[in-house]
């Protein structure tokens, strides 16, 4: 499992903060330039696709495939383009029709990370009750 991160980078030779490809990198910068720019084309900010729902897409693969670090790492790069905790919840829950049980809680425990490491704004305060007058 590649080393978990939590920052995620603007950069597309590694949008995702996975620090195992950095260090690839330098192994072969050729070969993690030309991923870059596959990555760019696949889910970079042009297309006729949102980048927000390229990463909900992803997300649905990787929990369909039992990988919570990507599924995690997709969910941040996904919020920072304006995904909610109800999106990527939905997202969840549509992986699973083909995912099955391991896609839903794969993703769930992912998203369950997110919100303990305070990645979704608190929810507001119900606002004050009326109070009648009689």
Do not use: C
């Amino acid at each position: 499992m590649p080393a978990k991160t939590t920052k995620q980078s603007e950069d597309l030779n590694n949008p995702y903060g996975y620090s195992d490809m950095d260090w690839a990198a330098q192994l072969d910068p050729a070969y993690a330039a030309a991923r870059a720019e596959v990555r760019r084309l696949s889910v970079g900010e042009d297309g006729a696709l949102s980048v927000k729902v390229k990463e909900l897409i992803m997300i649905g693969i990787l929990a369909s495939r039992g990988l919570q670090y990507g599924v995690e790492a997709h969910m941040r790069r996904a919020i920072d383009y304006g995904a909610t905790k109800e999106e990527l919840f939905e997202a969840m829950k549509a992986a699973a029709v083909p995912g099955g049980g391991v896609a839903y809680s794969v993703g769930i425990r992912a998203l369950q990370a997110l919100e303990q490491d305070g990645a979704f704004p608190p929810p507001s305060p119900p606002p004050p009750a009326r109070r009648q007058q009689g």
